[in-house]
């Protein structure tokens, strides 16, 4: 097999030189026409079973070769057999549960601090499926019944970017599918397949589009989930656009550059305002683009910025930061949010390519307690 960052540039491309194109197509169809309607028929059997039979997949809803060219590099850069993409992250969520639910198996076990909104899903329920809340390992054995369909983990959890091991979790999880969200480490720094993760989500929103201009979600996981994830995106219409398909495909070629350059540039910035004054915590694993801190009066730094981009969201090619507690965990239940340790003091940066002197002099200024007069 060739390299990662050699995989990234060229899966889902392999066919292009003999095609005579070197810019993947952009196929926009609706519908797919055909003659031979028995033909079609069999096709249809086959692509409602969550099968991918050969040719143009009749209807748009059911596939999209784009979509597919991006779902094949995906799951190759996160060393899985398939892959399947969907309109947002969320959408890709929804999918894997709903699987589950489908299989009769409704209890998930979630690993908190969990994204926001997948928070607030399972803890409400909306889908039809019951949680029980962990936070260790030992809490996901204990938690694991029956009718647990899936056990939920992110890496690196949000926004307090810890790391829990894999490997132990998937042993832990036995039977039971693991899904982790691998949207924060992407598979440049983490590939949980190889680790015994079944499922492994992205909202493709953030790192692997890396522009901030095309939302989507996908799934790796092996050809057997894959049908049924299939299946659920065809009736529930959950799909990804072609568009979004091509931004993300092109995203994935640069995506080991931009994510080795901002972990560094995140490193230095994480050493650094570990010896400000006015920082009282930070939190870095060690590598990746997001860097969280603590400081008082955090909500006046979001409005002190004036490189960094005030907004939610993260891994775009602009560094962005935000306030958790009042804007990605806000969704959460309060109670839930102290426990996760997201306090009021807690910023979030998404570091992007910018220069790194840059970015720490307008950290720095933004850190300044505001002089009276200018209040
Ligand atoms: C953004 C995000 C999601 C949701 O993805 P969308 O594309 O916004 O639906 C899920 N998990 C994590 C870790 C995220 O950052």
């Known amino acids: 097999m060739t390299a990662f960052s050699t995989r990234a540039v060229h899966a889902g491309r392999e066919d292009l030189t003999d095609l005579g194109i070197h810019a993947v197509p952009l196929d926009l169809s609706t519908t797919y026409p055909a003659r031979d309607s028995r033909l079609e028929a069999t096709r249809l059997d086959a692509f409602a079973t969550g099968e ?17 060219r991006f779902e094949t590099a995906l799951a190759a850069l996160e060393g899985c057999e398939a892959a ?40 409400a329920g909306l889908l039809g499926t019951s949680v029980t809340w962990a936070s260790t390992v030992d809490d996901v054995a204990v938690a694991i019944t029956a009718d647990t369909g899936l056990v939920m983990v992110e890496t690196f959890t949000n926004p307090m970017l810890t790391e ?8 832990a999880c036995g039977d039971v599918p693991l899904l982790v969200d691998n949207t924060f480490a992407t598979p440049v720094l983490r590939r949980p397949a190889e680790q015994g993760a079944q499922l492994v989500l992205h909202s493709a929103t953030k790192f692997l589009g890396g522009h901030g201009d095309v939302m989507g979600g996908v799934v790796a996981c092996d050809e057997q989930m894959a049908r049924k994830l299939r ?30 350059a901002a972990s560094a540039t995140a490193a230095e910035l994480a050493r650094r305002l570990a010896e400000h004054p006015r920082v009282n915590k930070v939190h870095y694993p060690g590598d990746g683009a997001l860097v969280s801190f603590e400081t008082s009066n955090a909500t006046d730094v979001i ?73």
């Open 52 to 68: 991918q039979p050969e040719g143009m997949p009749v209807y748009g809803r059911i596939g999209n070769p784009t979509v597919q």
């Open 164 to 171: 829990i091991d894999l490997k132990e979790l998937a042993v």
């Open 303 to 375: 409005n002190a910025v004036r490189l960094i981009t005030p907004a939610v969201s993260l891994g775009t090619v602009d560094t962005l930061i935000q306030h958790p507690a009042s804007l990605t965990h806000r969704v959460m239940a309060d109670n839930d949010r102290h426990e996760a340790g997201i306090n009021d003091d807690v910023l979030r940066v998404s570091v992007g390519l910018e220069d790194v002197d840059d970015l720490w002099a307008d950290l720095d200024q933004s850190l300044r307690p505001t002089p009276p007069s200018n209040r």
């Open 84 to 123: 399947v993409a969907f309109a947002t992250g969320m959408a890709a969520m929804s999918a894997c549960l709903l699987a589950a639910v489908t299989d009769g198996k409704p209890h998930v076990v979630g690993v908190r601090p969990m994204y926001g909104t997948s928070d607030h899903m399972l803890d």
């Open 231 to 260: 299946q659920v995106r065809i009736a529930t219409g959950g799909i990804m656009h072609p568009l979004a398909g091509y931004l993300l495909l092109r995203g994935l070629s640069t995506l080991p550059v931009r994510i080795k």
